[in-house]
């Protein structure tokens, strides 16, 4: 069976500080790799996705990067955390585009 | 690009009845419409999706309706039960970029 799992659970973090946040799938081999993010309460936007490893496309532009250094893992990072980069980051991985996206549990960031 | 408008922020509907959240979306490229749910505080969970070769697909409780000349899809779950309260949410998405443009969620609360 395929797993997901996101690190951390959540961070407090001030404005100015790197971040790093982690993504695994298990039990899938090359699948496609998708960041969103969701403001407290509000919709979701779709940040990066990755077909294959090593190569990832922007969505929208946040002063967020990601990378995709193994088949199995997806990061993203900044190196200067923003007040509006606090919410919810998801990960999620699908076995080809229009098909079921399986999600993570998500990191909630705090940034002060 | 895409805009993806839900139209109902919250809807509340008595334990059985039916409920319908409707969606239209902007770009007539758009081919692939998921849906998905979210439960207060957790990650996001597939629901139901429609291509555009298709007007309407069932699965069991749930109908997804697709009316590519309004641009509309909407989710009609039938004989409401309390384990549907949930957020959900409506995307749309051209199949050919790896992007799913997300709505802002309908909140849906089953009465007794």
């Known amino acids: 069976a395929q797993t997901i799992h996101q690190w951390p659970v959540a961070e407090i973090k001030a404005v100015g500080s790197p971040l790093s946040l982690g993504c695994t799938i298990k039990?899938?081999?090359?699948?496609?790799l998708y960041w969103y993010w969701q403001a407290t309460g509000g919709t979701l936007q779709q940040l990066f996705y990755?077909?294959?490893?090593?190569?990832v496309e922007s969505v929208v532009q946040l002063n967020l990067s990601a990378s995709r250094p193994k088949d199995d893992q997806f990061i993203l990072s900044t190196e200067k955390l923003l007040l509006s980069h606090s919410g919810f980051y998801l990960c999620?991985?699908?076995?080809?585009?229009?098909?079921?996206?399986?999600f993570g549990p998500g990191t909630r960031l705090t940034v002060l | 690009g895409e805009k993806v408008e839900q139209h109902e922020s919250t809807l509340s509907v008595r334990e059985g009845d039916s409920a319908v959240i409707n969606c239209t979306y902007t770009?007539?490229?758009?081919?692939?419409f998921p849906w998905y749910k979210q439960e207060a505080g957790k990650s996001l969970h597939f629901v139901i999706d429609?291509?555009?070769n298709v007007d309407r697909k069932q699965s069991q409780r749930l109908i997804v309706l697709l009316d590519k000349k309004a641009k509309r899809f909407s989710l009609h779950i039938t004989a409401t039960q309390p384990e549907d309260s949930a957020i959900y949410f409506c995307?749309?998405?051209?199949?050919?970029?790896?992007?799913?443009?997300w709505g802002s969620g309908t909140k849906l609360i089953i009465k007794p």
């Open positions: 990755s077909i294959t490893v090593g190569q």
């Open positions: 039990g899938k081999s090359s699948p496609n």
């Open positions: 429609i291509r555009s």
């Open positions: 770009d007539t490229a758009s081919s692939y």
């Open positions: 999620a991985w699908s076995l080809d585009w229009g098909n079921e996206q399986y």
């Open positions: 995307a749309a998405s051209p199949d050919s970029n790896y992007q799913l443009i």
